[in-house]
């Protein structure tokens, strides 16, 4: 039996050494922006997964209840940041703080049966979370009474409901008002935003008020307990229940975090790297966002080790690190530090960056900035991501059965690295940057999606330390490659920005094509100009990232030169790409007996070509919300002369009034990355009265 074996399994091991070796051999597995390879081991062999990990579990190792006297001083988080930044030798860490805010906080709580049994349903010791976020204090036993969305919408009669504890699967929210109206005493919810994840999981829940203030009280229990005690209250028992909650509102300081890796230029633009550790004061999430200011802790220390051993040459441009309140602290901090903002390239923004990928179906997301803030930060951090993926699976190619250049951390899994690009999204402090009145470009990495997500089960445990080594060393990597650039490194940044541009740009057009078949009925000139419009929008808007890479090496010719060719080839192939639509929209149109489709502008199109608005004022003097600010200046009695809402992002239009676009190419930029089209009407009646009000000028 063994020597019938013998053969077939001998020719099927030179097949396979016959095609690996006959297979071409893809050069991007071992392609990253990087100056050398030497480099990328160097950065990923210090970044540890380990130490992030336990950073996450030092700090949210499991739900805690933070106690009133950790008010009076430096937060549990910021005593923790501050003392690894001094064990890592990093003398810039500084704590800032931005007066205090008004906080709702849980002192104790419970839920207790006390008839027919005796027994204890839930404590906040236990679960930080069983108490809603605005709750006001209470004392009271009472007997449970069963609301599901049936009888809520049929009304809660005060007969029924007076004096009792309401039961409901359904959120607090749509419930609590119409039960404490109807003489309710508190409310008892078992809602899940993801009960066939975890039956014990309790979604983090408002009960919109602040202590005393509180229109109720609301206690959240797991489903698989609340499910029990709703099926006895169904099937006809009585229950009453001891509720018991203590809420207080305290003063919280508003605590920013920061340390500095100098560059040898002190006066030299700076790169920001920023995550909130604190998301309210209640909720402390392990993947959010602990997660987040794990990775950049270990990220400010890997490249402060490297740096100080003289393994890496220091920057020039220095890289700032921020653990931030989220928006509650960036927003001051940002309007504190306006030189800093001045100077400052880009942000990179972690928020939620450990999940266990595959273990929780989930992918490792960049999104990207607006064209309205265009910046090759997207570029450099979408090539690591695409570095440490293609070299982290399994490829018969090239690896065969192992990972080319596998990136994982002892303890963590061995898993591929899943990830995805996408657009530009809010959601998290990023989007305090790039608004109008801070513009520094800011992009977000994130695991999404979480099952765990605002929950009592977002813990340390969820978390990988493969993850986190991965995340570490994209965002050390990200961070020292734009503060060292220099003339030659721009060169190659634009050249992986203009590859990436034709790429964006045949997405353009594959779309562009789908949607011009899709709809074969429609008016077929009116959606192939449409569809034109976009691809035009997507090469202007690309040639705004490449632009943005002059800020490298201001005024250097082979730059200068080698972004202008990049231009002008987007340019071409967006031409061509053109000339297909319209051959495609000839095509549909012959079929149904009518005229070729000619590409023209009309006296519309005409005029709002020739119009470039240029912003008069510089927005940051406006600080954050500009948007906001600029729009209570405008006379509301013309307003109505158009509809607003027929310009798909009001604050992004302002941004791409640069002086260069015109009217038409900002309706055909905006047209490019959102869903739905932006009318030049509306497009032209605004920006007329941002003329009018001397915002801008044409």
């Avoid at 230029?265 to 959010?288: C, Q, R, S, W």
């Avoid at 070299?391 to 994982?408: A, E, M």
């Avoid at 986190?468 to 634009?494: D, Q």
Wanted: aromatic content about 8%.
């Amino acid at each position: 039996m063994m020597k019938r074996c013998v053969l077939p399994g001998l020719i099927a091991a030179l097949l396979i050494a016959s095609y690996s070796a006959q297979s071409q051999y893809p050069a991007y597995y071992q392609y990253s922006l990087l100056p050398s390879a030497g480099l990328t081991g160097l950065i990923a062999g210090e970044s540890s997964g380990e130490r992030a990990w336990q950073h996450i579990s030092d700090m949210a190792g499991y739900a805690r209840l933070r106690p009133l006297a950790e008010f009076g001083g430096d937060l549990m988080e910021t005593s923790y940041l501050m003392e690894k930044l001094s064990e890592y030798g990093i003398g810039t860490a500084r704590v800032d703080r931005f007066g205090t805010t008004r906080s709702w906080q849980g002192v104790s709580a419970s839920l207790w049966e006390v008839a027919p049994f005796v027994r204890k349903i839930a404590d906040l010791v236990e679960s930080p979370l069983m108490l809603a976020s605005g709750s006001a204090s209470v004392d009271t036993v009472a007997e449970l009474f069963y609301a599901d969305a049936g009888a809520l919408a049929a009304g809660l009669g005060r007969a029924e409901v007076s004096g009792k504890i309401i039961i409901t699967p359904e959120r607090p929210g749509a419930v609590l008002q119409r039960a404490t109206g109807a003489g309710a005493l508190a409310v008892i919810s078992y809602y899940s935003p993801r009960p066939f994840e975890s039956s014990i999981m309790i979604p983090a829940t408002s009960a919109g008020g602040r202590g005393a203030s509180s229109a109720g009280t609301v206690f959240m229990i797991s489903p698989r307990d609340g499910d029990l005690l709703a099926k006895r209250v169904q099937s006809g028992e009585r229950i009453r229940i001891r509720a018991a909650a203590r809420a207080v509102t305290v003063d919280a300081e508003l605590q920013v975090i920061s340390c500095v890796i100098e560059g040898t230029d002190p006066m030299a633009a700076e790169v920001l790297i920023t995550a909130h550790v604190f998301e309210g004061y209640v909720k402390t999430g392990g993947n959010d966002n602990i997660s987040g200011s794990a990775a950049i802790l270990e990220s400010a220390r890997t490249l402060n080790t490297l740096i100080e051993n003289g393994s890496l040459p220091r920057p020039q441009r220095s890289i700032r690190f921020l653990w931030i309140p989220e928006f509650s602290g960036t927003i001051p901090w940002v309007a504190a530090n306006r030189a800093i903002i001045d100077r400052t390239l880009c942000n990179v923004n972690l928020d939620m960056v450990g999940l266990s990928l595959f273990k929780w179906k989930s992918f490792f997301v960049l999104h990207r900035t607006s064209y309205g803030n265009a910046h090759y930060v997207g570029d450099i951090v979408e090539n690591l991501f695409r570095y440490t993926g293609e070299t982290n699976k399994v490829n018969s190619v090239v690896s065969g059965s192992r990972f080319f250049n596998p990136l994982v951390a002892p303890t963590g899994t061995d898993d591929p690295f899943l990830y995805q690009i996408e657009s530009a999204s809010g959601g998290s402090d990023h989007m305090v940057f790039n608004d109008l009145g801070v513009m520094v470009p800011g992009i977000m990495m994130i695991t999404w999606p979480d099952p765990f997500y605002h929950t009592s089960e977002d813990l340390a445990g969820k978390c990988d330390p493969t993850q986190l080594r991965r995340t570490a060393f994209i965002t050390s990597a990200a961070a020292w490659m734009i503060a060292s650039a220099g003339p030659e490194e721009a060169v190659a940044i634009a050249g992986e920005v203009a590859a990436n541009g034709i790429r964006r740009l045949g997405v353009a057009h594959s779309v562009a094509s789908a949607m011009l078949a899709a709809e074969p009925d429609t008016e077929i000139n009116t959606r192939a100009a449409y569809l034109t419009g976009r691809i035009r929008g997507t090469a202007l808007g690309e040639a705004m990232i490449l632009n943005s890479i002059r800020e490298l090496a201001p005024g250097n010719k082979m730059l200068i030169s080698q972004i202008e060719n990049h231009i002008s080839a987007l340019n071409r192939i967006a031409d061509e790409q053109a000339k297909m639509i319209a051959a495609q929209a000839t095509a549909i149109n012959s079929a149904a007996g009518k005229a070729a489709f000619s590409y023209r502008l009309n006296e519309a199109e005409k005029t709002a070509a020739a119009i470039k608005p240029v912003l008069t004022i510089s927005t940051r003097d406006l600080g954050y919300r500009a948007y906001q600010n600029v729009n209570s200046k405008l006379p509301q009695e013309e307003m109505g002369s158009f509809n607003i809402r027929d310009i798909a992002d009001v604050q992004e239009a302002i941004k791409l009034a640069n002086g260069k676009n015109s009217l038409l190419d900002i309706k055909y930029i905006l047209d490019s990355q959102y869903g739905r089209e932006t009318t030049l009407t509306a497009l032209t009646g605004y920006f007329s009265l941002l003329k009018k009000t001397g915002i801008v000028t044409f």
